[in-house]
């Protein structure tokens, strides 16, 4: 599985932006994609992710509200729409998909793509 992200950038705080990032490879392995960050000196950290079992996606306390991911109708490209951004947004953000085999997962990332936000 491949993961490729775009959509980062510099903005100023309050503005919005869309985050894409397309799977390919065996993509029909994947059980879910979600999005994460890593800001400098922090761990990464989940933002909002699909579930291996199809309910509602998941959200951190950090970004809900603000931030909604989405699909597309294949479930190869995920997108995520950040609106109401902070300067401290400003982080590495990844694409993840993972792929559930038994009691195991295996991740997947992206090569991650900046977003850098302006007070």
């Known amino acids: 599985v491949q993961l490729m992200e775009s959509g980062g950038g510099l903005v100023q705080a309050g503005d919005s932006l869309r985050l894409s990032c397309a799977a390919s490879?065996?993509?029909?392995?994947?059980?879910?994609m979600g999005w994460y960050r890593q800001a400098p000196g922090k761990r990464r950290e989940l933002l909002a992710t699909f579930t291996a079992g199809g309910g509602s996606p998941i959200y951190s306390d950090s970004v809900k509200g603000r931030f909604t991911i989405s699909r597309d109708s294949a479930g190869n490209t995920i997108y995520l729409q950040m609106s109401s951004l902070k300067p401290e947004d400003t982080a590495v953000y990844y694409c993840?998909?993972?792929?559930?085999?038994?009691?195991?997962?295996?991740?997947?990332w992206g090569q991650g793509t900046q977003v850098t936000v302006s007070s």
């Open positions: 993840n998909a993972f792929v559930l085999e038994s009691i195991h997962r295996y991740d997947y």
């Open positions: 490879g065996n993509t029909f392995d994947i059980s879910a």
